[in-house]
C-alpha cells in the first residue's frame, strides 16, 4: 500500500517563493504527480518526477528523491491565484497504475 | 478538442437510493478511472476500467460498480446511498500505455445524500 504525508495548510506571501514538501512510503513506486485543485474544481496536473532530480516549468519546479521517499514542490514569484489545494500523488506499480493522494496542502497567498 | 466531461454536475439523494454518474474521457484516451473526494480530503481511488473490463479497485464495497462502454465513456453507480457517500466524484482519463499515464480529471460530480 502507499501512505502519503503532505502539510495541512500553509500561507504565503504574494511574490514570495513557497515550498511543499510530500514524503511516501511505498510499496511499489512508478512516478509522482502534483496536482493543483481549486476550491470546487477538478485537480489539474502540475508535474511528474519518475527519476530523481528536480523538474522545471516556468514558476513551478518539483524535486524528487526516491531514496528518502520525499518529493517537493516549489512555487515562485506567487501569485494571488494560486491560492489553491496542492495535491501530491504516487502512481503504483500496479496493472493499473493507480494513483494514491496524499489529503492536500491548502496554500493561501495573502497581499 | 473536448476534455473530460461528467454529468450531472450536482446531484441530491435520499438514504438508500440508487445513483448513476457519467463520465467521458477526453479525446483519444482509453482508459477511466474513478475517484471519490470527501471535503477536506485527497481524491481515493475508487476503481478502473480499460477495454471495457474493471482492471483494479480500490478499498470500496460492492455497492460501488461501474461500467466501460465500446466508446470508452464510463458510468460509476452506487447503491443502497449512505450519508457518507456525499462527495465530489471525479473521473479521471488516461491512455494506458503512454509513458507517464498522466491522468486527465474532469470537473465531478458533486453528490449529497440526505
Known amino acids: 500500500g502507499q501512505n502519503i504525508d503532505q502539510p495541512t495548510e500553509m500561507t504565503a506571501t504574494e511574490g514570495a517563493i513557497v515550498q511543499i514538501n510530500c514524503t511516501y512510503q511505498?510499496?511499489?513506486?512508478?512516478?509522482l504527480f502534483w496536482y493543483q485543485q481549486h476550491a470546487g474544481e477538478a485537480p489539474t496536473f502540475l508535474s511528474y518526477?519518475?527519476?530523481?532530480g528536480l523538474e522545471e516549468k516556468g514558476r513551478f519546479s518539483s524535486f524528487l528523491s526516491r531514496s528518502k521517499g520525499y518529493s517537493y514542490l516549489l512555487l515562485k514569484e506567487l501569485q494571488m491565484k494560486d491560492s489553491a489545494s496542492y495535491l501530491c500523488?504516487?502512481?503504483?506499480?500496479?496493472?493499473?497504475?493507480?494513483?494514491?493522494f496524499g489529503s492536500g496542502t491548502q496554500l493561501t497567498v495573502l497581499p | 478538442d473536448a476534455g473530460v466531461t461528467q454529468s450531472p454536475t450536482h446531484l441530491i439523494k435520499t438514504r438508500g437510493q440508487q445513483v448513476t454518474l457519467r463520465c467521458s474521457p477526453k479525446?483519444?484516451?482509453?482508459?477511466v478511472s474513478w475517484y471519490q473526494q470527501a471535503l477536506g480530503q485527497g481524491p481515493q481511488f475508487i476503481f478502473q476500467?480499460?477495454?471495457?473490463?474493471?482492471?483494479q479497485r480500490g478499498n470500496f464495497p460492492d455497492r460501488f460498480s461501474g461500467h466501460q462502454f465500446p466508446n470508452y465513456s464510463s458510468e460509476l453507480n452506487v447503491n443502497a446511498l449512505l450519508l457518507g457517500d456525499s462527495a465530489l466524484y471525479l473521473c479521471?482519463?488516461?491512455?494506458?500505455?503512454?509513458?507517464?499515464?498522466?491522468?486527465?480529471f474532469g470537473p465531478g460530480t458533486r453528490l449529497t445524500v440526505l
Open positions: 479521471a482519463s488516461s491512455l494506458l500505455l503512454a509513458a507517464s499515464n498522466e491522468q486527465f
Open positions: 511505498t510499496s511499489g513506486f512508478n512516478g
Open positions: 518526477n519518475v527519476l530523481d
Open positions: 500523488a504516487v502512481r503504483d506499480r500496479g496493472s493499473a497504475r493507480q494513483l494514491t
Open positions: 479525446s483519444g484516451h482509453d482508459t
Open positions: 476500467y480499460y477495454e471495457e473490463e474493471e482492471r
